[in-house]
């Protein structure tokens, strides 16, 4: 059993929780991610490492309530139980000393991007974070980024707080101003799309974090499927870092839309079930 210790509202729809693991917490590292499960019957999901404390033996997760599971998790509150966490899974981010590196972050990504970019700043790079949202209400953790960035620009759609307008923007900017080494980007397939498109014309190594479907994440059941270079990876023991420039982020969408139906009515059912109850 991995109990919660603490929970934080960060908007609306987006939660942190701060979960007992002291062997996952020792091993982990930037761009790695757990896989969890809240009870005997429920589904496992993968949720990417924002922090994490060997001392005190805790991981700290942030997701949003999308579908079935993560609503439920959000019910869960601090002294509640999960069944399983797994990890760390995946590769870890390839931090060096690159020079100039921009961190891109977009919506609850930003959780993920806040490790990169710590573990870069740490590594002697320069780092200027990216960070997007739709509008002022959905910002989070604006101080965090701020901690381990040497430059913070924050973006939201509707101009309603930071910079009006997408981090692409802000980005292409940034590229035609001066010289970069890397680029490194996670959040909605269509930004990580873009954040790719506009470093190949400016000639920038750029790394990506998918966010595939996933479900055992060892490799085995495939689901994590995604074509990198023309070449079938699995996101789950290959990544979930990959060349942006390589990935095939058409393809990825597409897969991302499979279960759309399927998960709308599983969370249907469930807000019934829950509706009964109470």
Not at 47 to 67: A, C, M, S, Y
Not at 140 to 167: A, N, P, Q, W
Not at 212 to 239: L, N, S
Not at 261 to 269: G, I, T, V
Request: aromatic share 6%; charged share 30%; proline share 3%.
């Amino acid at each position: 059993m991995f109990r919660i210790v603490r929970k934080e509202t960060l908007s609306e729809k987006i939660k942190l929780i701060e979960i007992e693991a002291p062997l996952i917490a020792r091993k982990a590292k930037a761009g790695q991610f757990v896989i969890l499960r809240l009870h005997e019957k429920g589904e496992r999901i993968p949720l990417t490492l924002h922090k994490w404390d060997p001392e005190k033996g805790t991981i700290t997760l942030v997701f949003q309530e999308v579908g079935k599971t993560t609503t439920e998790l959000g019910t869960y509150e601090a002294g509640d139980v999960l069944a399983d966490v797994v990890g760390p899974l995946g590769k870890p981010t390839e931090i060096e000393r690159y020079g100039k590196v921009i961190v891109v972050g977009g919506g609850v990504g930003v959780a993920i991007a806040y490790a990169v970019a710590k573990a870069m700043k740490k590594a002697g790079n320069h780092v200027t974070s990216i960070i997007g949202f739709r509008s002022k209400d959905l910002v989070m953790l604006e101080d965090d980024m701020r901690e381990v960035s040497h430059e913070l620009i924050v973006c939201t759609d509707d101009g309603s707080y930071g910079r009006k307008g997408f981090v692409t923007e802000a980005l292409k900017d940034l590229l035609d101003e001066r010289r970069y080494d890397l680029v490194f980007a996670v959040g909605p397939v269509i930004m990580m799309k873009f954040v790719s498109k506009i470093t190949a014309e400016h000639g920038v190594k750029t790394i990506v974090s998918l966010n595939p479907i996933m479900v055992d994440g060892t490799g085995m059941c495939g689901a994590c499927r995604v074509t990198v270079g023309g070449e079938v990876k699995f996101a789950c023991v290959d990544g979930p870092d990959f060349d942006g420039h390589q990935v095939d982020y058409d393809e990825l969408m597409r897969r991302l839309s499979m279960y759309v139906e399927e998960e709308k009515l599983a969370l249907e059912r469930y807000l019934r079930n829950r509706e009964v109850k109470a």
